[in-house]
């Protein structure tokens, strides 16, 4: 059941992936109850999908700051899970996107708008967003730091360039949350930067920040070569539309179970306890969470039709399944076991 807080306001969950140090933030409308995500990480798929499930949130956009180096992106997944609406700069040439978002462009959370501000250097297409005396900085802005600049077309000058005429032209009280801190740190304020960041504050010269810069001398992140590629296509190495039917009708399905082909199968994926009430006739009941224990079995067949009660936990073993390699799979979403009831389908009950 989702939780109401008394009063209406944007809240912040600030998430944290111990792996890269990288901070992905989930923004609440608690009024509305919508939520967007930024910058969500491969790793915790599993624990970001649970927190939206646990506070009854709508996902509506997954935010990406930028094209990430080290760690790859959950939001194609998320996208497949929720609906959300894939955000990414234009200029970033990302395929397979929902929202290009330009400089000056806004996201509406509700009644709130999430103004995106374009800040290249770190690479050439990042964005950095602003909500209700907020700036998420991805990798153009660190807590006394900033981004380094020595690849996928960095570019130092541009990024004092971006830092200073765009960021610290905000209110100095405006609250600063960047993608990554190395240091334990988790916030800090425009203020505080211009006067502290020992890179770019103090009115630190063009010149001393890319001599700075030129010399930082840091290794080539680990995942480089797999998270470019796999942040160039949201995460996923699939196209979510070959899986997912969203007009894959309780009627379409009754065909395929009419037709009774060997190399296909129904599954059921609701509880044991939901499934012994009543279930599609030759079906085969696989719970969420133990996809794992057929793999072998399922990649049999030609074709592997999920269904559950809403749609909703057959778009997760979707993922779950699709993650661990399966390619032959058709999820039902939207439609499920009341609506083949109430085209009036047989179904298996108790004796
Ligand atoms: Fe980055």
Redesign the pocket.
Known sequence: MAIHYSYPSLLIKQLFDRGTCTYTYLLINSKTQEAAIIDPVKEQFNRDVKMIEELGVELIYTIET?V???HSTSSGMLRQNTGAQIVFAHVADIQAIDIRIKDGDELALGDYVIKAISTPG?TSGCMSYYVDGMVFTG?ALFIRGC?RTDFQHGDSAMLYDSITQKLFSLPDETRVYP?HDYNGRAESTIGEEKQWNPRIGQGNSKEKFIAIMDNLNLAIPKKINEAIPANTSCGINFNPQYYVHEDFSMDDLYKVWRENNADELIVDNRTPEEFAEGHIPRCKNIPLGTEDQYIEELTQYKRVYIYCRSGRRAQTALTNLSIMGLENLICISHSGLPNWIDAGYQINTPQ
């Open positions: 930028h990430h180096a080290d770190h990798d981004g993608c």
